[in-house]
């Protein structure tokens, strides 16, 4: 199984500046395809997961382009270049290379 | 616009059994595969299966093989999840998801509001 490891747990963030969270898989995520089989989703207060990002760096439809992922194998990193007040909640990534389909510890970001 | 709902959760005690539905609406279900997930109160996400477009092809998180079976119904636009054997770790809220179609992965694009399933005696 495929594990996936987020940093930091917990992220205190500013309203208007930028917050960096990291995921590091156990095995690469990188298809014969040239994807990186890795998703970021946030789950806000209350409400089921949301998609953010698929395949390492395409924003999911609505999802504002101060969202960024990058990244390829091993090492994947989400950015929000200026935090705003909606994007508090959990981050989660995932990976969907291999089933079991396996997600991070999840990264909670707060003011 | 999408919609998933799911029914069917509630209280049970160990080694009972249970039954989960989708409604799906919104989008062409029979093109997508779906997915379970599930999150244990105060926890993370857990994924716990998927079935393909037709339900030819399956798969499990270890956690649920041989308790849990996942199923389609493309003509009533549903997904279900039967739940046996049930254990007081299977507490969770329990999301379905839209998954991938022919061709094309957007992530687990769309997810349900969840049910609460809950097992104590």
């Known amino acids: 199984e495929i594990v996936l490891t987020q940093s930091p747990l917990f992220l205190p963030v500013t309203p208007g500046e930028p917050a960096t969270i990291s995921c590091t898989s156990s095995q690469s995520l990188l298809y014969s395809n040239g994807h990186n089989y890795l998703d970021w989703y946030l789950q806000k207060p209350g409400k089921p997961p949301q998609v953010l990002i698929y395949?390492?760096?395409n924003r999911a439809s609505g999802v504002p382009d101060r969202f960024r992922g990058s990244g390829s194998g091993t090492d994947f990193t989400l950015k929000i270049s200026r935090v705003e007040a909606e994007d508090v909640g959990v981050y989660y990534c995932?990976?969907?290379?291999?089933?079991?389909?396996?997600f991070g510890q999840g990264t909670r970001v707060e003011f | 616009q999408v919609q998933l709902v799911e029914s069917g959760g509630g209280l049970v005690k160990p080694g009972g059994s249970l039954r989960l539905s989708c409604a799906a609406s919104?989008?062409?279900?029979?093109?997508?595969?779906m997915s379970w997930v599930r999150q244990a109160p105060g926890k993370g996400l857990e994924w716990l299966s998927y079935?393909?477009?037709?339900?030819?092809?399956?798969s499990y998180a270890d956690s649920v093989k041989g308790r849990f079976s996942i199923s389609r119904d493309n003509a009533k636009n549903s997904l279900y999840l039967q739940m046996n054997n049930l254990r007081a770790e299977d507490t969770a809220i329990y999301y379905c998801a839209a998954d991938r179609r022919e061709g094309e992965w957007l992530g687990l694009w769309h997810w349900g509001q969840g049910t609460l399933v809950s097992v104590s005696s």
């Open positions: 919104g989008f062409t279900f029979s093109d997508h595969y």
């Open positions: 995932m990976q969907s290379l291999q089933t079991p389909r396996t």
């Open positions: 395949l390492n760096s």
């Open positions: 079935i393909s477009y037709s339900g030819s092809i399956i």
